[in-house]
């Protein structure tokens, strides 16, 4: 009964490489989104998806392409990886409402560029 | 724009022995408030909330209150455990996105 589950959890692989993380939810929930958590913790918002539309997309290099084909899926694709691109890479989701819903997160995928 | 300022950790404690993570805020408007934790390899969980001013979230043992007039939002423990060791991240929640503290790693020892 997970909730938020991203696959893979470990991703190590070249620079210069392609890759894409998936991500699924099963809660019902209308908003998704993909977080950064560097080696220091620091946590940044990188998109968010309302419905399969973007609604948030940070100063983030254009190589991390986001796509929603559902509203329960936000998947991301990265193109020609680099070493500053590892890093813990976190998808959530949020119902419908006001501020005051939490976010739901999934486990983490940890990706490591060689 | 929104930040959210937190104490530098990290912070190592005895078993039963009082914690407090200092979290103060910015932001325009009136944000929901949350703890957040990380257990080691695990993803964030939603430890508290608070959606007003003066209100009190608490889960666990740990409590925190909304305030608006000093823009803090303190976490505290009266007795911490060693499975409470684990990071611990204030944030505050405005048009739907949610702004970070850098987190505090605490470590309770036996």
């Known amino acids: 009964d997970t909730a938020v589950s991203q696959t893979p959890k470990y991703l190590v692989t070249q620079m210069g490489n392609d890759k894409s993380i998936k991500c699924e939810q099963n809660?019902?929930?209308?908003?998704m989104y993909w977080y950064k958590q560097d080696s220091k913790k620091f946590l940044k918002i990188m998109f968010s998806?309302?419905?399969?539309?973007?609604?948030i997309n940070e100063t983030v290099p254009n190589r991390f392409s986001p796509k929603s084909p559902d509203k329960a899926h936000l998947n991301l694709h990265i193109n020609s990886l680099e070493l500053g691109d590892s890093a813990v890479y976190f998808c959530?989701?949020?119902?419908?409402?006001?501020?005051?819903?939490?976010?739901?997160f999934g486990d983490g995928t940890r990706l490591s560029i060689l | 724009g929104n930040s959210v300022t937190q104490m530098e950790g990290p912070v190592t404690l005895s078993e039963e022995a009082f914690l407090t993570i200092n979290c103060t805020y910015t932001?325009?408007?009136?944000?929901?408030l949350f703890w957040y934790v990380q257990y080691p390899g695990e993803g964030l969980q939603l430890l508290l909330k608070?959606?007003?001013?003066?209100d009190k979230g608490s889960n666990k043992g740990f409590e925190a209150t909304y305030r608006k007039e000093t823009t803090s939002f303190h976490l505290e423990k009266g007795s911490v455990q060693v499975s409470d060791s684990a990071v611990y991240f204030c944030?505050?929640?405005?048009?739907?996105?949610?702004?970070f503290g850098s987190g505090t790693q605490l470590t309770v020892l036996p």
């Open positions: 959530a989701s949020s119902p419908r409402g006001g501020d005051n819903q939490p976010q739901h």
């Open positions: 809660l019902g929930h209308d908003t």
């Open positions: 998806y309302n419905n399969k539309e973007l609604i």
């Open positions: 932001a325009t408007g009136y944000p929901s």
């Open positions: 608070a959606t007003k001013a003066d």
């Open positions: 944030a505050l929640n405005s048009a739907r996105q949610l702004t």
